[in-house]
């Protein structure tokens, strides 16, 4: 295990240009923080470019610092090399730098989940963890999205992106253009005719979800049919994750019960 004790390392200089956006593009890599983030990468088999620790991470974990030598250089740094890279603000003795995990599209997807708009780093985490959860085919982040490789979007998708594709996609006719012909096309909103638990969901089925302060585009209303979660008269709106999770949670039952032969409206 090679020690780094210079910010000025080249290493730890890359590892720091990752913290911003376009720098992430460029290189086609990521930062990944925590023990348990890296551990996920690990067992997925993610592409391991270089891993940063600490002494004291290294010696309360010796079989996950023997696998990250075996994966990739290992770097042994001081605390204060690891804040220059860390993009939290009480780093967790470990960062990881790894090639952008970049899934193949299906060549049709039964259910797809388009991010419009949505750029708070936790809900798109939280939403990308649940769409791998709940068995989505694909997710699009549509123009205007937060960046999926943001430092917070992975660490609160909890390794969905090992799990589920994932496309960022800069132009609207590139959207379009992932989703299969004929799919039906739906967007979470609080005055949506459609009760989400009507809609046919064991269909080719894609879920637009927007931000909470905006809502989806002027693109998407134009397509799209809105559905809506039924709430008790006292409360506005859910959480987008929330609202997504339930929606998607709801498609996973109506497949499970159509693969299983089951009425759509059994338990």
Same mark, same amino acid.
């Given at each position: ?5 210079? #910010?000025?390392?080249? %290493?730890?200089? $890359? *590892? @720091?240009? =990752?913290? &911003? ?35 004291? #991470?290294?010696?309360? %974990?010796?079989? $996950? *610092? @023997?696998? =990250?030598? &075996? ?35 299906? #060549? ?48 609160? #998708? ?110």
């Amino acid at each position: 295990m090679k020690e780094i004790t210079s #910010a000025s390392n080249p %290493q730890i200089k $890359l *590892a @720091a240009k =990752l913290r &911003r956006r376009r720098q992430r593009q460029a290189h086609r890599l990521c930062l990944l923080e925590g023990m348990r983030l890296v551990q996920d990468a690990l067992t997925i088999g993610a592409d391991f470019h270089s891993c940063f620790i600490t002494a004291a #991470a290294a010696d309360a %974990q010796p079989d $996950l *610092a @023997a696998q =990250l030598q &075996r994966a990739c250089p290992l770097y042994l740094v001081p605390p204060k090399i690891l804040d220059k890279i860390s993009e939290t603000v009480s780093p967790q003795s470990i960062v990881a730098v790894t090639a952008m995990p970049e899934l193949p599209l299906p #060549a049709e997807a039964a259910l797809s989940l388009i991010l419009d708009g949505v750029q708070d780093p936790g809900n798109a985490g939280s939403l990308l963890r649940t769409a791998a959860a709940a068995g989505v085919d694909q997710v699009l982040f549509a123009p205007g999205c937060v960046d999926p490789f943001n430092g917070k979007v992975l660490r609160a #998708a909890m390794g969905a992106h090992f799990r589920v594709p994932i496309r960022a996609l800069e132009d609207w006719d590139a959207v379009w253009a992932a989703l299969p012909a004929g799919q039906a096309l739906y967007v979470a909103s609080a005055e949506g005719a459609i009760r989400y638990d009507e809609v046919d969901w064991g269909e080719p089925s894609a879920l637009a979800l927007g931000s909470e302060a905006h809502g989806v585009s002027s693109q998407m209303r134009e397509r799209a049919a809105a559905v809506a979660v039924p709430m008790a008269a006292a409360t506005e709106s859910l959480n987008v994750a929330a609202a997504g999770a339930v929606m998607l949670f709801e498609a996973a039952r109506q497949r499970r019960n159509a693969w299983q032969g089951r009425p759509r409206g059994g338990p």
